[in-house]
């Protein structure tokens, strides 16, 4: 996005907005539910012809679609709310998918597997920090309820 859209990007960034918590369940669920469905079709035809390179393109094609409109929001929770209803704006399907396929370009496959490669690194390191923290807090709980088991029977046999 940073290399697409900058002005947007730096937006984001300037109010601490994460879009991945918006654009996560658009790639887990390849955009059901979240676009009408004359969008939704044209882009699934892409998407099993093309593969899933171009559900990248239309997340990217969607911020370039309503671009200006998000730059005109200046407060995180507005931008958030406005980004959870983004795929209810677009009904140009014709328009979207030329910014898609013309705008976006070039969009070379090699780079978005390194970064898909970067970032599923970055998760790996997180999700054992998770796993970390929580063996860290099940130990604490289990003494913690150890502690409180030997109170009760040291009061009840006092």
Request: with cysteine; net charge positive.
């Amino acid at each position: 996005m940073a290399e697409k859209m900058p002005r947007l990007t730096a937006h984001f960034h300037c109010h601490g907005v994460d879009v991945s918590l918006v654009t996560s369940d658009w790639f887990l669920a390849a955009f059901v539910e979240r676009l009408t469905s004359d969008v939704l079709l044209r882009i699934w035809d892409a998407f099993l012809y093309e593969g899933t390179k171009v559900i990248f393109r239309y997340a990217l094609a969607l911020f370039k679609y309503t671009e200006e409109d998000i730059l005109k929001i200046h407060h995180s929770v507005d931008i958030y709310q406005y980004l959870r209803f983004i795929t209810r704006t677009i009904t140009d399907s014709r328009r979207l998918t030329t910014i898609a396929f013309s705008d976006m370009n070039p969009f070379p496959f090699r780079l978005l597997r390194q970064r898909r490669a970067l970032h599923l690194q970055c998760v790996h390191v997180q999700l054992s920090e998770l796993e970390r923290v929580q063996r860290e807090l099940g130990r604490e709980q289990r003494q913690h309820k150890d502690r409180e088991v030997g109170l009760v029977s040291s009061e009840s046999s006092g």
